[in-house]
């Protein structure tokens, strides 16, 4: 089980580091965090709007609130990857 848990926590740590790669190019999961991080940035912009703001305020709403809990997520899940090699 030990294992199995420190391999898990290598594999998370190698998805989210992009320099502990052996290339140079970016995993998926950066490329998704990049596009929730431009998405996050155009869903400022737009609701900056006042039309937009006022008629899909829930929809702004529940997207900020994944926006949030995804970044959430990855933080947890980089202080859990931390010490893989430890």
């Keep these: 089980m030990a294992k199995l848990l420190?391999?898990?926590?290598r594999?998370?740590?190698d998805q989210l580091e992009s320099d502990r790669t052996r290339t140079k190019n970016l995993s998926f999961t950066n490329w998704i965090l990049v596009f929730v991080i431009?998405?996050?940035m155009v869903l400022y912009t737009v609701e900056t709007?006042?039309?937009?703001?006022t008629s899909q305020a829930g929809t702004f709403g529940l997207l900020n609130?994944?926006?949030?809990w995804i970044?959430?997520?990855?933080f947890v899940l980089r202080i859990?990857?931390?010490?893989?090699?430890?």
């Design 6 to 9: 420190r391999s898990m926590r």
């Design 11 to 13: 594999t998370v740590r």
């Design 38 to 40: 431009l998405l996050s």
């Design 49 to 53: 709007e006042h039309e937009f703001r």
């Design 65 to 68: 609130d994944m926006v949030l």
């Design 71 to 74: 970044f959430g997520a990855e």
């Design 80 to 86: 859990w990857s931390a010490g893989a090699d430890a």
